[in-house]
């Protein structure tokens, strides 16, 4: 029930965003077209903006079996490209990790991904032997700080750049489409203000 309601308000929701839409285009259209949202493209920003600022810090993990372990555990490794934790997602554990600045292969390497084990056994003795069901590898688009703002092109274009979350982007990610969000309705505003 809660669900059908849920699908209803955000039909509702839907709806009356489409209406706004129907009475605010042919005002603002001329320069709707010409918006450009860049909702985010990770590490792909250091050659499409371009950034130099931008740089990879590369993380590989492991996913395994879950033993059964129900709590999580992070800690800093004994070099600083190193971070040991575990994260036990019901039948299945994430174990990592790696913080590699600068390196960029995104194919697992076996000696890192043994290395991985043999750290989250030493902290979890239960996840010695556990299998092995998938190694991933992904890079963090790290930069000084995170950049969500709207830049003018010379040819009357704007992106609203969000970009830069590093580690965080997921944690992040509700709070900065929000203010996306919020940046593109204040270009709309502008837009519409200005005919
Ligand atoms: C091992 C690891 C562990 C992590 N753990 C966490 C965590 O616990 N919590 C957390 O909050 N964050 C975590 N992160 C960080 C998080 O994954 C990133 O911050 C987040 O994915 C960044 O989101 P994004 O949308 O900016 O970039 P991405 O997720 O990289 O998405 C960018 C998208 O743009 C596309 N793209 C790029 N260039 C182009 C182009 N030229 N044309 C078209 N499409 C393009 C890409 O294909 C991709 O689909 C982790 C990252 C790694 C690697």
């Given at each position: 029930m809660r669900r059908r309601r849920f699908i209803e308000l955000s039909a509702l929701s839907l709806t009356l965003a489409g209406l706004y839409l129907k009475t605010m285009v042919p005002a603002v259209h001329h320069r709707l077209h010409a918006l450009i949202f860049d909702l985010g493209a990770g590490m792909g920003a250091r050659e499409l903006v371009p950034d130099p600022e931008l740089l990879p810090v590369r993380g590989q993990v492991v996913v395994a079996v879950n033993p059964g372990l129900t709590d999580f555990f992070v800690g800093e490794g004994s070099d600083a490209g190193e971070v040991t934790y575990l994260f036990p997602h019901g039948a299945t554990v994430v174990l990592g990790g790696t913080q590699q600045a600068g390196a960029t292969v995104t194919r697992p390497d076996p000696a890192t991904a043994a290395d991985i084990l043999a750290r989250c056994a030493a902290v979890?003795?239960?996840?010695?032997g556990a299998r092995v069901l998938a190694h991933r590898v992904g890079l963090r688009p790290v930069r000084p700080q995170v950049r969500l703002e709207a830049q003018a092109g010379s040819d009357g274009r704007f992106v609203v750049h969000n970009y830069g979350?590093?580690?965080a982007g997921v944690t992040l990610s509700w709070g900065c489409a929000q203010d996306v969000a919020r940046e593109v309705g204040r270009l709309l505003g502008s837009a519409a203000g200005g005919v």
């Open positions: 979890q003795p239960r996840l010695a979350h590093g580690g």
